[in-house]
Structures are given as structure tokens and as C-alpha cells.
């Protein structure tokens, strides 16, 4: 079919920061914790400030990047989705897994600002479900005109938006993590981060977040903490 | 910065197929000629009818492909977006500009439909601003939950929407396009293919459309077809 090789070598432009070193936990989709303040600190040829010039105009961007994670696995042409239970299989082309073709993900997220710092111009974002340390491709303005779609349908995705758990966190556990990140904890252990096919109330979970370890289990839809450790390097 | 080497090679999934065989004329963001339908065929390796199952509960899909045509050229921290008339430059991750670090392209398109074809199976859509032939990649539901931000600030892109010419499209020549093409055609005319900086009335301007030349002229907000002939090939 082609006459021309149209494969392309993306080299990472920035890198994202942020409080999940672990893909358990980490918001299914973008938008989903708000509250998760991610910094884009670019690589260093890309620390061009002229590159971002104007980019305030827009309140939200598309992140392109990859699922470095799964780099280097096989693809499959179905996959599970967590999200109906780990039962039904349906194309992969039909849903946001990683193990596609080509493994890159898709995310928007909230412009928060703009800093200035040692690595570099950093943008800061909210909303995005990319795990720490991953590569950035793209950044390009969300143009609602273009983009936005309320009218579109969801398929089965959008079932279980409004799902939540009802969380248990004592308080002089939720203190040894720092303010600034504990709005964004809470609304991760919320959203349920458990595999959707795990039931089993007796079971001791362990989220990776910031420099902490937080263990819960969940029974009748509320989850309990029950500790919160300094995770050892 | 980076110990891993994050660099990652995709692969055409498959290839689009359409009325646009070159640039000159085609819609400048996706959705902006809804009539303008284009077929995604998949390349043999990846002709899976298993990987597409379910996707049709989707209204809506994300298309990741890539700017062919500017393959190996050079991108520019800043560019010259066309809307804002060729002369204001800003930030090229503040564009949808082609000429990017990885130029890779986003475009949601509706999902009109599914056919089997002795190319395997093809999907139908519409709105792509892609241009024939190119490299699709990566092929994702459009989820509004997480992809739909009505409210979000779209900077100076948005301005210019709903301008529109009027069109002055002699009968004659309409009908040497086939009926089914015709449609996508006026959008395309009206939309105004030329450059914003292009305000030459006495030019004559040559789109490629399907297998035709369409050439037309410009002045006081009307567009004047003058000519529709078929290409030499």
C-alpha cells in the first residue's frame, strides 16, 4: 500500500512531575482529580521561552505523550477495561489502553501557570492522568470550536462517571501529608483506585503518592485509610 | 536530564483517504467542513476487525496522524498562524501549526460509519483536516466527559468562526463535480481557502479537489468560481 515510509521517531520535548510514581492510583482519565497539579519541565533544547509565547490565552491544553511504562510490549487488538470490571473485551481502537499500536495517550488538561525556575520555563497543569517522569511529545491549545463535543455520544465510559467512595481518612493520617497535596490525594482515593473487578473487603491496598506510601481497604463504598508512611527510596 | 532514552518510533496504522490532495484548500481545524467525508483504511498489518469491536458506540473519534508534507523540515519556536493574517508570530505550542518539534496532528472527526472493503475494513468519517493520503497513528474514542470543555478559552482562534463567504457557484460548474462531492466543496469555498494576508481581488486561485481544478477569485466577500476542470494526473 505505501510507496513511502511514513513512520516517525518522536523525541521527547519535556517530561511530566508530579505526585504518582506508580500507575495504581493514578486518575483513569484526564479531568478526573483536579486537584493534581502536574509541572511540564521541558528537556533542554526545548527550554525556549519564545515556544510558549501567548500560550496563556488558552485555559486548557492537549498533552501528547507516551505510555512509556508499556514501551517495548505487544499490542493487543482487544482489550479489558477496568471500568466493565475486567470482564467484556472490546477493540483496543474502542477504548484509551495503553497496549495499542502506537503507545501514546491523549490528555487534557488545565493551564494553570506559567514559572520560571532553574530547568527552565514550567508550565503547571491540573487534571492530568499521566504518571510521573513520563515523556511529553506535544503540547498543543484546546480550541473549544474545534474540540469540544458535549453532544457526543460516550459509549459505555461515561457510565460510571459519577461514582464515588466515601473516604475515611483520620485525620492525624492525613496530616503527614503536606496541604498542598492532600486535596489531590483524597479525590484520587475517591474516585476508587482499585481495579473495578476487586471486591474483597479484607484486602490491603497500597497507593504510591509523593514520597508516601498509603495503605486502605474499602468495604460497602467507603474506603478506609489506615496508614500513611514515608515510602523507603 | 533523562537517564531512559524516551524516544519512541509510531508506525502508520493506517492511511486517509479524501477529496484533499494537497494542503491549498483544506479545512484549517477539524469539523469545519462537516460534509467533507473521508475513509480510513488500515494498513494490511493492522486490518484486525477485532480491534475496531464496539467503536461504533462512539459518535465521535480522536485521530493522531501525522503531517507528512513537512517530514524532515525544520520546525520554529514561533510561527505566523493564518487567521491572525500572517504577520503576528506566537509560540508555536500556542498553535496547531505543522512545523513542530514532533509534527503530529489531532483531529476529532464523527464516525458516520463502517464498511467492509476488499481493503478490510474501513471507517468512515467526517470533518478530518487531514490531507489525503497521510499517516494515521493512533485512533481513540472521543470520551465527553473528559475531552468536552465548552467553557474552555480558545485565545484568538476562535475570532474568526463563523466568517463565512458568499459563494457565487454557476450551476454549470457545479455539476461537473459529482453530486456526492458538491457539498463538502461549498463548505470548503465558503470557509475561504485563501491565506487571511492574500486580498489580491484580481487573483486567480487553483484548489485541487478530487480528481478536479477548481479555480475561483475573491473580492467583496464573495467567491467567484471561475473554472472547474479535471487534473492531469
Partial sequence: MSEKDFS?????????????????????????????????????????????????????????WGFSEVFGEKWSPTVRPPRLGGNKRVGVFATRSPYRPNPIGLSCVKLLGIKKTPDGTVLLVSGADIMDQSPIYDIKPYLPYVDSHPEALGGFAHEKKDYRLELDFPIELLDIVPKDLQGALKEVLEGDPRPAYHTDDARIYGLEYASFEVKFKVSENILHVVSVNERKK
Avoid at 521517531?9 to 495504581?24: D, G, Q, V
Fill in 8 to 64: 516517525v521517531t518522536l523525541s521527547p520535548i519535556a517530561k511530566i512531575r508530579n505526585a504518582f510514581p506508580t500507575k495504581f492510583g493514578l486518575p483513569r482519565q484526564s479531568g478526573l482529580a483536579e486537584s493534581l497539579v502536574s509541572e511540564i519541565v521541558f528537556e533542554p533544547e526545548y527550554r525556549i521561552p519564545e515556544a510558549l509565547r501567548d500560550i496563556e490565552q488558552y485555559s486548557h491544553l492537549w498533552l501528547i
